[in-house]
């Protein structure tokens, strides 16, 4: 990886993006502490991220001649406008942008806001490629096969809502790569099927009460019958490439609320096939439920966790009715039942690589012989997180020497950012 220190960008306010070359990019890390990004963490901007203006901030750069960092402030007759990065799938951030925030600035919505620089004629970000799966590549969806492929569908299955849920709603009206991955029969599927939740998570991304911010999306509104979900996740799993179907999507809630159902559609598939993946994206509240699904046939399980630690996780996840030794629990049978299990952990620079997250993270992969890592950046505002969690100030060990530390003390230790495809 090329060493390179880029210059850092702003906004005029108007939607165009200016790099001012005095001044270098920085980082933040943890609460708003300003850091240098390593010269060698730098990687030209992946296709298919965005640039974002970051109303009511400032931007933050190191003077290259004093070494001073420095907020730039607008004038009379300019405006100077903080910028940041959210970075396409498959890859984990490094460090959250640098800015200075003004009195009364609005929450940000539910990105991660990742630093970004200008060299050479390109945008750079402090980011990891940590998955080579290509399903969510921008290069791999072609409209005019999306538009064939919906046709095709809804023709192929005139009465199944939730085909019609997939299509017209999460493939034609939010582009989910996943419902377009369902669409053009590859890789991983979704089987969106609750309306309620048993968590209350600060960054929701399908439900957001009175937090100042909206959700991403809404959340389904019908429950589909185990027959409407068997009727297209058969024949996924039996003709798609690396064929996955899970449970568990941005478009609902907490899947394991509609138990029965999820343990008569696994059987019902496995009654019909036996490729393919079964995957359960949860909170994994629930270990009875859990060790029921196992037992009707489901593959694997990714916990979603934001911190190891019992009370940044309560902080986060808000539980209603049960607790994090509930979500052990649910890790520990399906293990013992020899389950595949992955941790779909919320990455924030400057918390998830404290050493006392990295200590305890440690135990939990060898006590429960954890299967994979998938690295995922927390869409949230940086402040408004730090402020929920209230975190003691430890330094972090920066996030790729953490992941770079967790391959070399697991080498069996699976790392990603979608769910693999197991058969
Ligand atoms: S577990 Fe999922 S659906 Fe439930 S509150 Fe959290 S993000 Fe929302």
Request: with cysteine; proline share 7%; net charge negative.
């Amino acid at each position: 990886m090329s060493k390179i220190n880029p210059s850092l960008i702003v906004s005029d306010g108007c939607g165009n993006v200016v790099d001012i070359e005095e001044y270098y990019a920085v980082g933040m890390s943890g609460s708003c502490r300003i850091v240098d990004i390593p010269s060698d963490e730098w990687i030209p901007l992946p296709n298919g991220s965005w640039l974002m203006e970051l109303p009511g901030r400032l931007p933050v750069g190191r003077d290259r001649d004093s070494g001073e960092i420095i907020t730039l402030e607008p004038d009379e007759s300019e405006k100077v406008v903080a910028v940041a990065a959210f970075v396409a799938p498959a890859y984990t951030i490094g460090y959250h942008a640098a800015w200075e925030t003004l009195p009364k600035a609005p929450v940000l919505p539910l990105y991660a806001y990742a630093a970004v620089g200008w060299h050479d004629g390109q945008f750079y970000v402090p980011a990891l490629r940590v998955d080579d799966s290509i399903r969510q590549d921008p290069s791999q969806f072609s409209a005019d096969r999306i538009d064939m492929a919906a046709e095709t569908v809804l023709q192929k299955y005139p009465d199944n809502r939730l085909v019609n849920h997939l299509v017209n709603n999460c493939a034609l009206t939010y582009h989910c790569p996943a419902a377009l991955n369902y669409l053009l029969n590859r890789w991983e599927m979704p089987l969106p099927t609750s309306q309620v939740c048993n968590s209350a998570c600060l960054g929701c991304i399908s439900l957001q009460k009175d937090s100042g911010v909206c959700s991403a999306q809404f959340r389904i509104e019908f429950t589909p019958t185990a027959e409407e979900i068997v009727e297209i996740a058969v024949p996924h799993l039996e003709t798609a490439p690396e064929p996955v179907v899970s449970f568990g999507q941005g478009c609902e809630g907490e899947p394991l609320m509609n138990a029965q159902l999820l343990i008569n559609t696994v059987q019902g598939i496995r009654r019909r096939t036996s490729k393919g993946t079964t995957n359960l994206n949860t909170n994994a509240s629930l270990p009875d439920i859990v060790a029921r699904l196992r037992e009707a046939g489901l593959d694997s399980m990714r916990v979603s966790i934001n911190s190891v630690r019992k009370i940044f996780y309560n902080r986060y996840f808000r539980p209603q009715n049960y607790s994090y030794e509930n979500v052990l629990e649910s890790i520990r049978v399906m293990k013992e039942k020899q389950g595949f299990v992955s941790i779909n952990l919320f990455v924030f620079p400057g918390f998830t690589d404290q050493p006392e997250e990295v200590k305890i993270l440690e135990k939990l992969i060898e006590e429960y012989q954890i299967d994979m890592i998938q690295w995922r950046n927390l869409n949230i505002d940086p402040e408004w997180y730090w402020e929920e969690m209230n975190p003691v100030e430890q330094e972090g060990i920066g996030v790729r020497n953490m992941i770079n530390h967790f391959k070399e003390k697991f080498p069996d230790l699976l790392h990603g950012y979608f769910n693999p495809s197991l058969k």
